[in-house]
Nanobody, 126 residues
Framework: QVQLVESGGGLVQAGDSLGLSCAAS????????AGWFRQAPGKEREFVAT????????YYADSVKGRFTISRDNAKNTVYLLLKKLKHEDTAVYYC???????????????????WGQGTQVTVSP
């Protein structure tokens, strides 16, 4: 079973960039598709981006398309999320998630993932 640990969150200003990392352990990471979700106070967890087990396929929420980039390095058991042109409304706790690749190429719903990290806070000041 894979364990996930996010890092890289912080406080930035609108327009800045930030890089998040999600380190996986406990299982062969290339057996998993991965995704990033976020949850703002008082709101439901929402999909941000997803990547297939090989990294060859990605998909983004419309709200972040063109600003965020998901990638992975299976040799380092890590998935990344690069956040650019940050907006105040990007403020949230960002979660990394993983699902077995046998379940499908990737997923855009939280219910499709069975493994979650603890989250990392991203705060964007106006």
């Amino acid at each position: 079973q894979v364990q996930l640990v996010e890092s890289g969150g912080g406080l930035v200003q609108a327009g800045d960039s930030l890089g998040l990392s999600c380190a996986a352990s406990g299982s062969t990471f290339s057996n998993y598709a991965a995704g990033w979700f976020r949850q703002a106070p008082g709101k439901e967890r929402e999909f941000v981006a997803t990547i297939s087990w090989s990294g060859g396929d990605t998909y983004y929420a419309d709200s972040v398309k063109g600003r965020f980039t998901i990638s992975r390095d299976n040799a380092k058991n890590t998935v990344y999320l690069l956040l650019k042109k940050l907006k105040h409304e990007d403020t949230a706790v960002y979660y990394c998630a993983a699902r077995l690749r046998t379940l499908g190429l990737y997923g855009v719903r939280a219910s499709q993932y069975h493994h979650w990290g603890q989250g990392t806070q991203v705060t964007v000041s106006p």
